[in-house]
């Protein structure tokens, strides 16, 4: 058997067994409130690896788009809604690339 097709059986076997091992082994309710919070919490942080790479590779020089998302996190934390967050992180990310270049 080829090596790559032993590997490729190998994680799709992991996958699996990764996705059904807690439906057959957790029947009852989960009550313990630290696993609850956790699990509460994993679809944002899955969400956050997902696109955070995408944010700093998105513009010419990853310091603005460090700044652009600064920029969106303070603005949205401070109650702006979608359309003035958008329009606050691209306009500091214009400023910082016309700085840089």
Known sequence: MNHTVFYILVMAVVTY???????????KEIKNIYIRSFLHY????????????GILESTASPWSALVGFLV????AYLGGNIV???LLTCTAV???ELFLY
């Open 17 to 27: 067994l990764i996705r059904v091992l807690p439906l057959t082994l957790v029947r």
């Open 42 to 53: 994993v679809p944002y942080v899955t969400l956050a690896v997902m696109v955070f790479p």
């Open 72 to 75: 969106a996190i303070i603005s």
């Open 84 to 86: 003035s967050v958008a």
């Open 94 to 96: 214009l400023i910082v």
